[in-house]
């Protein structure tokens, strides 16, 4: 629909509403949305039940949204919980909270601080994750930078550049602290099958098999098996089975 | 182990190219989440691949790489019809544009052999301008850059495209559609073309 034809929607307080097509569209309070809502802007103070997909340019929830459908947009910024049931499909996500999602991630760029669930696969030309994590497939991503600072597990982390270390910002820390127990800053590890890149650095992180074209396992790792093709670099405070060049 | 398939391993070494760059291609979606096939082995889980169809995939890829960007190749291998390409025979014979039309982007798209579907669009819409008689070669020109910059800045929006002259002194803009706009009484507008019925015609045309 042309931008012309399109209103703006405001709600404050307690609302259930049909979805639309929107220009603008502000809810302060606790809305219920009972179908599709597709509009230019989102943004959410408070709690937002979406029954069907959203669709946006950009979207900003500030509180605790949970979307039944699929998301599509271009930017969206949440402080706070959004759990998604449907997939993402988004240019870039800046998440400061909790993000769950049921179905794939599919971005451009994704800042995560705090938790990521994700059931499907996590795509994204840029992941950029300082907390903790769990993507139940694969992580296919071009640059993965990750400090950890909880548990991690996911099944596959592949891309081009890989770094994997372990967080020590205390600002973070006080931050993350609102989100996850504390004690799992002291868990702060990687647990995955298999890790495929060009260039990888690995800290605190316990794999079966990783492959690289150059590889440098830091601290705290347990590898099974490496595989390189270049360079090969290992830390005394790392446990590596076997390493091989191919 | 079945003989029609290949082991990662293998596809990289032969083609050279790198982890990055086989996963990147995964993500553009110019190599289908299906042909990865996992498999146990001795070994472990290795990744498979349909040997014809990955190693030719892969030649295309690394042909294609300098012309086009991997979004315009992802378009290509979809199969869909905005996917759809033509070569420059056929982009005559199937009447998307007339010869002298085709001539004159030879010239310009020396190097391209295979027209994508947004090439072909700029072409339809370019024919028709200058097949209305309003506007030189030198203006087409203008138009196609006009259009190669910004017409995907729309996506999926209509929006028309506007050729403005004053005093011999011409220039072209793209627009949202249904929207007003006026400017001083020495210019007038040379042609104007919706982009979104060039769209249409075009699938007509392809279909």
């Known amino acids: ?246 | 182990m079945d003989e029609n398939l290949i082991s990662k391993k293998e596809l990289l070494e032969i083609t050279g190219i790198s982890y990055g760059a086989l996963y990147r291609w995964k993500r553009k979606k110019l190599i289908p989440e299906e042909w990865f096939i996992k498999k146990s082995t001795f070994t472990g889980q290795e990744t498979f691949f349909p040997r014809d169809k990955i190693l030719d995939r892969i030649a295309k890829i690394q042909s294609m790489k300098e012309d086009l960007s991997l979004d315009d190749m992802a378009g290509i291998f979809s199969p869909n019809l905005a996917a759809k390409t033509l070569s420059k025979d056929e982009m005559i014979w199937r009447n998307i544009v007339n010869k002298s039309t085709m001539d004159f982007l030879v010239k310009l798209y020396s190097s391209i052999e295979i027209y994508s579907f947004e090439k072909i669009l700029y072409a339809l819409i370019l024919d028709k301008a200058l097949q209305s008689g309003n506007i030189s070669l030198e203006e087409g020109k203008l138009l196609l850059e006009t259009l190669e910059e910004h017409y995907k800045k729309y996506e999926r929006k209509n929006c028309e495209l506007v050729f403005l002259r004053k005093m011999g002194i011409s220039t072209c803009f793209l627009i949202s559609s249904a929207c007003e706009f006026y400017f001083e009484t020495g210019a007038h507008i040379v042609i104007k073309i919706s982009i979104a019925s060039c769209m249409e015609e075009l699938k007509l045309k392809l279909s």
């Open chain 1, 1 to 246: 629909m042309s931008e012309e034809l399109r209103k703006d929607l405001k709600y404050a307080g307690k609302m259930t509403s049909p979805g639309g097509v929107y220009k603008r569209v502000q809810f302060d309070g606790e809305v219920t949305i009972d179908g599709d809502l597709d509009c230019l802007e989102i943004k959410v103070n408070g709690r937002l039940n979406e029954t069907g997909s959203l669709k946006s340019n950009t979207a900003k929830i500030n509180g605790a949204a949970v979307v039944n459908g699929n998301i599509e947009s271009d930017d969206i910024n949440i402080n706070g919980e959004l759990k998604v049931d449907g997939g993402m499909s988004v240019n870039k996500v800046e998440s400061n909270g909790k993000l769950v999602v049921k179905g794939k991630i599919s971005s451009e760029e994704l800042v995560i601080k705090g938790e990521l669930k994700v059931k499907g696969n996590c795509e994204a030309e840029t992941f950029n994750l300082k907390g903790a994590f769990n993507i139940e497939e694969t992580l296919n991503a071009g640059d993965i930078d990750i400090k950890l600072y909880g548990p991690s597990e996911t099944k596959e982390i592949v891309g081009s550049t890989i770094r994997v270390q372990k967080g020590g910002d205390n600002t973070i820390m006080k931050f993350l602290a609102t989100i996850f127990n504390p004690l799992n800053f002291y868990k702060a590890n990687l647990k995955v099958d298999t890790i495929e890149g060009d260039d990888l650095y690995l800290e605190y992180t316990t794999a079966k098999v990783v492959r690289g074209n150059t590889v440098n396992i830091g601290d705290g790792c347990e590898i099974d098996l490496v595989e390189y093709k270049t360079d090969f670099k290992k830390t005394p405070g790392a446990s590596v089975l076997k390493n091989v060049k191919v």
